[in-house]
Every structure is written in C-alpha cells, then in structure tokens.
C-alpha cells in the first residue's frame, strides 16, 4: 500500500499519521507539502490534524484552497481513498468534498480527552475491521467540531447510512452526535476523532489500530 | 477602490459565541439585548473598475462559507 500525507503549514498530527499508516498499516508513506501541484502515485490519501493556517478565516478553510486541494479532488474523484482526520475533515467540508460544515464547539471549550464512538458503518474500507455498532474508544482534540448541515442533508446522510462514526455520547453539539461521515462512493471519510493517537499500547490503547488495519487489507 | 463584506450566520446555524456574548451583556446589566449573533467585517482594498461579479466570486469562494453563512457587499 502507498499512501500520502499532505503538509500544510499549522499541520501537527502529519507525523502521527504517517507511523500510523507506515507501522499498522504497513504502508509506503510519502510526505506532501501543500504547494505541491501533484500528488504522487498513491492508493490513499490523508489529510492530517493540526490548526493550519493558524485557523484563519474559518478553520479548513484556508488550506481546502492550497494547490495540493485541486490534485486532492481530482484524486478523490478517481476513486483513490481519502481520510481527513479534524483539521482534515474540516478541510474536505470546506472543499465540499463532503456536506457539512464544523462549527464552534457548543460549549465554546476546546475538548481534548477519550470519547467513546460507535461504528455505525462497518462496511467500508477504512471500517470493516470493526463490527457494526461495536463502541471504540478515540481521543478527540478541536475546538471546532460541531457538526452541522441543513435538514435535507442530514436526513440524505442518516438514510444511505454514511454516519460512519457517531458519538455515544454528546461531545461537541454535533448534529445527530455525527463524528464521522463519507462520500456516497465510500471512498472518502471526514472524521473529528483521532484514530492516529491510539495504535500502540504505549499510547493508552489501540483502538484506533483498527482503521489502519482496514486499509492495509483493503490495499494489500 | 473599496468593498465592505459583511459576514453572518445564516439563521438556523447555532452560534455559540453570540450566545457567550449575550450572556456577558446580561451579566453587565444591559437586559435589553435580547439576542446577539456575531459575524465578520472584511474590507477589501480593490483595483479601480473592479466588477461585483468578481468580488460575489470573491465571497463564494473563499470569503464566506455559503453553507452556513450569508454575505452582504457594500462598495
């Protein structure tokens, strides 16, 4: 499996991602920065967590224009696969490769601690190594992940079943406690949680080894 | 020339931080502020002749995020 992590100024999870993605998921990971006009030959791509752009404007919303975002879409477009984690979610909504946007924290806290997930879409490539409705245990740190869309778009969202990742419990005002969601094609996933911070036992758990070892099966 | 930008949440969208503001002002005294929403002020210094085909282009692709917020030019 080859993978890239793009880079974007702000960006502090990249380096998270990419041990992530090279030691459970055993993958060839290749660091791109966010100026680059191409992307390398990839089978996924990930946009890490971080504050790039120091969150200026709107968080996300500087760097789902960088150069790289074009080479992104049009990957994504292609069928490649691609994971934004936090700031990288923020990014793929902002770039409305997925519907949505993150908001302000309802209780206006940044929120840095464990939650408690559940897997409502165990039928993806990111998630099949997880069963359905099983609940994992991932950190989360943003101060912006209040998730919201129109009516019309939640109701789209809950009824092709692409809530992927829900939150047992409220964390953040999210609508509907949504977490995570994908594309209609399934090849793109925006989750607020942390995957990355739990792999190895030395970080407090593993429960988001998971996800990784979904993807290396998927790209065998 | 200059363009005036004013950026709001659209209604329906929770804002949180005109809540915490709204709540301060009550603390202060000032019961008559019943609501707040808050938004952005962005002033554009612009090349002369520039058309508002091109600074609607400005708000929709970076300047304001239309799914949640509304914008308002003002040259």
Redesign the interface.
């Known amino acids: 499996m080859k993978a890239a992590v793009v880079v974007f100024p702000g960006s502090n999870c990249d380096r998270d991602m990419a041990v992530a993605l090279r030691d459970v998921a055993g993958a060839d990971v290749e660091m791109v920065w966010h100026g680059e006009a191409s992307l390398p030959d990839v089978d996924l791509i990930a946009l890490p967590g971080g504050f790039s752009y120091g969150d200026y404007?709107?968080t996300g919303?500087?760097a789902a224009?960088s150069p790289i975002m074009q080479a992104v879409v049009k990957a994504a477009e292609e069928g490649r696969y691609l994971l934004g984690v936090c700031n990288g979610f923020q990014m793929l909504?902002?770039a409305?490769i997925l519907?949505?946007?993150l908001?302000?924290?309802?209780?206006?806290n940044y929120i840095c601690r464990d939650v408690t997930l559940r897997v409502e879409d165990s039928d993806t490539r990111f998630t099949d190594s997880y069963a359905a409705g099983e609940t994992i245990r991932i950190p989360v740190a943003h101060h912006d992940g209040?998730y919201?869309?129109?009516a019309e778009t939640l109701t789209q969202l809950e009824d092709e079943g692409r809530v992927v990742f829900r939150y047992l419990d409220a964390v953040n005002?999210s609508q509907n406690d949504i977490a995570g969601i994908r594309n209609r094609r399934g090849n793109v996933l925006g989750m607020m949680p942390h995957p990355e911070r739990l792999v190895e036992e030395d970080q407090g758990g593993t429960d988001g080894r998971g996800l990784f070892r979904a993807l290396a099966s998927a790209f065998r | 020339m200059k363009a005036r930008i004013y950026i709001t949440l659209k209604s329906g969208v929770l804002d949180p931080q005109g809540k915490a503001v709204h709540h301060a002002l009550g603390a202060l005294g000032f019961e008559e502020a019943l609501d707040v929403r808050q938004g952005k002020y962005i002033e554009l210094e612009l090349a002369d002749g520039t058309s508002e085909a091109r600074i609607e282009e400005m708000c929709r692709k970076l300047l304001a995020n239309t799914v949640i917020e509304n914008y308002r030019i003002e040259i």
């Open positions: 404007l709107r919303a500087i224009k909504a902002e409305q519907p949505g946007a908001l302000r924290n309802a209780n206006l209040n919201f869309a129109d005002g």
